[in-house]
């Protein structure tokens, strides 16, 4: 009896325990930077030759939303381009690179990088041009 009391116990706690590690993910400030950090750090171009001593956070903006937060991050990898680049020649340069997450509840709902590259889908960002409506001329 008291080995079923003291499973119970220690399910309870575990339990209570995750709660509060979910929440404080979900719903601080401090919980999105860190889910966003990690997606930083296990994304292709970071991954692929981030150099991890230049890697920081630079500043986060509250939005509109409560729980929601848009986090700027930098780093420097070793070679030019996004994503991984395996069996592409590559361009040996040092790059600096700009994140930007926007978190909603410790939700990832946007992922850009240098404003090129969507870290969620793993393509470059097609920039759409509007056309100019024509204008007649006067005669």
């Avoid at 706690?13 to 930083?40: D, H, P, Q, S």
């Avoid at 592409?88 to 994140?99: E, K």
């Avoid at 590259?117 to 920039?127: F, V």
């Avoid at 041009?129 to 005669?139: A, E, K, T």
Wanted: net charge positive; with cysteine; aromatic share 12%.
């Amino acid at each position: 009896m008291k080995r079923k009391k003291l499973i119970a116990a220690i399910i309870i706690f575990l339990l209570v325990a995750l709660t509060i590690a979910f929440f404080t993910l979900t719903y601080t400030k401090e919980g999105n930077a860190l889910i966003a950090t990690n997606f930083i750090k296990n994304e292709a171009t970071y991954k692929f030759d981030g150099i991890p001593g230049s890697f920081k956070l630079n500043y986060t903006l509250p939005l509109k939303c409560m729980y929601c937060w848009e986090f700027y991050f930098e780093y420097q990898s070793r070679n030019s381009g996004y994503g991984d680049r395996t069996n592409v020649i590559v361009n040996p340069v040092v790059t600096n690179h700009t994140a930007v997450i926007v978190m909603e509840n410790g939700t990832i709902k946007s992922a850009v990088l240098d404003n090129k590259w969507d870290m969620k889908t793993q393509k470059l960002i097609e920039l759409t041009i509007q056309p100019q409506p024509q204008r007649r001329r006067l005669r």
